[in-house]
């Protein structure tokens, strides 16, 4: 599994509230997106939080060899546990109060690949044959969508787009998406913050993955698309393509 990865404060904010990070366990890729909301510290530090606390469980809890259901109990529990962090923080400290953090992960094992998402920062799929977002976003804007009330256009600019409905450490307790998916050979999984999502198309990412050369620094076209383009919020991307490994 190749990874790479991009975060910046983009064109408007004085701060990077955004986290990415990325490692290998065992036969495991891990990555991780967060997207962190709150004063002026406090979206930075549930960011952090949450990401260091979901990697950490995950070191904790993942062996070897074990099954697609194991791992998604793993990274259920990882990321309860990261909400536990970011959630009694913010009643410890009245900086604090009310942070939270969207996340979005991967966990890779060969081609199984693992989703968890809670929040709007998404994952995509990509290959030859296009791009598909694996996540729902946990939105205003993604139920008004799917109630019919807006369109695909509309949802873009709306106002209220980044009103997200469920967030990492503002409750005690938080509902994760799981998706679970078999990769083939040059597929992709694109994880980013909404800051890439409302300044770039599906079209435009899937275009940069799969024809733009090098294959190495397509983030950084992307970012370069996003920063063009005004970039309102932080922007935040990983990258990771499967490689079928090698007989013999």
């Avoid at 530090?45 to 099954?67: H, K, V, Y």
């Avoid at 890779?108 to 296009?130: H, K, L, M, W």
């Avoid at 800051?195 to 076209?221: A, F, K, W």
Wanted: proline fraction near 2%; charge should be negative.
């Amino acid at each position: 599994m190749k990874i790479w990865q991009k975060t910046d404060q983009g064109a408007v904010r004085k701060e990077n509230q955004d986290i990415c990070a990325a490692e290998q366990l065992d036969q495991y890729t891990l990555a991780v997106v967060c997207d962190g909301m709150g004063g002026a510290r406090a979206g930075a530090l549930a960011s952090s939080l949450a990401a260091g606390a979901f990697l950490e469980a995950l070191r904790g809890t993942l062996r070897p060899g074990q099954d697609i259901t194991a791992v998604a109990q793993a990274g259920e529990a990882a990321v309860a546990k990261a909400n536990h962090i970011v959630y009694e923080r913010s009643r410890e400290d009245k900086e604090c109060r009310g942070m939270g953090t969207t996340l979005v992960a991967a966990v890779c094992a060969g081609p199984q690949a693992t989703i968890f998402n809670v929040g709007d920062s998404r994952a995509y799929r990509i290959n030859e044959s296009g791009i598909c977002a694996v996540t729902r976003d946990h939105s205003v804007v993604q139920d008004m969508l799917e109630n019919g009330d807006i369109t695909e256009e509309e949802a873009r600019r709306h106002p209220n787009r980044n009103l997200i409905t469920r967030a990492l450490g503002t409750e005690r307790e938080v509902l994760c998406d799981v998706f679970q998916l078999s990769l083939s050979k040059d597929d992709s999984l694109l994880l980013c913050s909404d800051g890439l999502v409302n300044t770039v198309s599906d079209q435009e990412m899937l275009y940069e993955v799969i024809h733009g050369e090098p294959r190495n620094t397509c983030l950084d076209r992307l970012m370069e698309i996003a920063i063009d383009r005004g970039a309102p919020d932080n922007v935040t991307m990983i990258l990771m393509q499967y490689e079928e490994e090698a007989d013999g």
